[in-house]
């Protein structure tokens, strides 16, 4: 089975027509994680004032800072600092809205024409209808708009993880899933989206909400059925200590992993923690991989990662980025490789 890792990366340089650095620093492309909270999108940071005192931290972060170091510093202060809870959930509600409102107009500026596209037909050039892992920390549904035209689809939470030719693990949530909320809202369904979350993050510090997983296809997210809806996307945070997805899709994904012969990674620095030892502990054998990022630096400094992890794999770095390697089509002589 081929492990394919997507990580912002991926997103970032999604579409062929637009390589980097053309419409940089514009709200089309998807930003990478410090660009998360850049100025170009403070119009949808306005629609949440709660999160206004953070926001020069994460706006700005000091050299050599990560936004995901001062998120988490953020989220360990909310452990004396019960206000932080409420200005952190304010942010995963700004992220949500910002690149639900981003992802699929971003497919659409080249009409649908995705490296990601194109990487599925390299792959079935070469394996055919072996089946396919897909794991992906980006929030956006580029992939799933992708598989769709291969008439894979997800209309519930359990597609994800039951469809023969290739299983998709969205490990930090994604724009279109949502939790119920188990504490009262007052207002359903009479309210709108916007009042709902500032209900929401104005009862963050003592919330409730369930393990019930939906998918929605209207953005922002809202309720289902009747019952409000908690967005299901991590906020990134330099150390994760649990996925924002079902038990049961990580559940299935260990099992996978045990069958896995290839690994593609693109655009993942293998910063997630949790996921890297889970490559440790359940890839088996010595297998070989293909890191695809946008400079020989980045795709040495993945490798030394999951190197230093004791990740069985033997890497090699393409740089250039996702579009150059498509272009080239790298994948298709990785896996002829095997």
């Known amino acids: 089975m081929l492990l394919v890792v997507l990580g912002a990366g991926a997103s970032y340089d999604a579409v ?23 100025e170009r999108y403070l119009s949808y940071i306005a629609h949440f004032p709660r999160c ?17 170091r001062v998120l988490q510093q953020l989220q360990d202060e909310g452990e ?33 024409v995705t490296n990601h596209l194109t990487m599925l037909d390299q792959i079935r050039h070469v394996l055919g209808n072996q089946p396919i892992c897909i794991v992906t920390f980006n929030y956006d549904r580029i992939i799933e708009t992708v598989l769709a035209q291969r008439g894979i689809t997800f209309a519930s939470i359990d597609d994800y993880i039951r469809n023969d030719l290739c299983t998709l693990f969205k490990l930090h949530g994604s724009v279109n899933w949502g939790r119920e909320v188990i504490s009262p809202i007052a207002g359903l369904p ?29 953005q922002p997210i809202f309720h289902f059925d009747g019952k409000p809806l908690y967005p ?8 994760k200590t649990a996925y924002e997805c079902p038990l049961e899709h990580v559940g299935v ?11 593609i990674i693109v655009g993942w620095r293998a910063a997630d923690q949790p ?64």
């Open 16 to 38: 062929p027509v637009y390589p980097p650095p053309s419409l940089e620093g514009t709200p089309m492309r998807l930003p990478l994680a410090n660009d998360l909270f850049a």
């Open 52 to 68: 206004f005192p953070i926001i020069p931290y994460l706006m700005n972060q000091q050299s050599g800072v990560t936004v995901e």
């Open 80 to 112: 004396s600092n019960p206000e932080r809870h409420n200005q952190l959930t304010a942010v995963r509600y700004y992220l949500h809205y910002m690149i639900g409102s981003h992802d699929l107009n971003w497919c659409r500026s080249a009409v649908g």
């Open 190 to 218: 009479d309210t709108n989206w916007l009042a709902l979350a500032q209900q929401i993050i104005d009862q963050a510090h003592e919330l409730k909400v369930s393990d019930r997983f939906h998918v929605v296809q209207d």
């Open 232 to 239: 299901a996307m991590a906020i990134p945070l330099e150390t």
């Open 253 to 263: 994904l260990r099992s996978q992993l045990a069958e896995v012969d290839q690994v």
């Open 275 to 338: 996921f890297v030892r889970m490559l440790a502990d359940l890839l088996g054998g010595t297998l070989n991989g293909l890191v695809i990022a946008a400079s020989e630096t980045d795709a040495q400094e993945t490798i030394e990662r999951l190197t230093s992890a004791k990740v069985p794999c033997k890497f090699r770095a393409t740089p250039g980025g996702f579009t150059d390697t498509i272009v080239r089509r790298t994948i298709e002589q990785f896996l002829r490789e095997k």
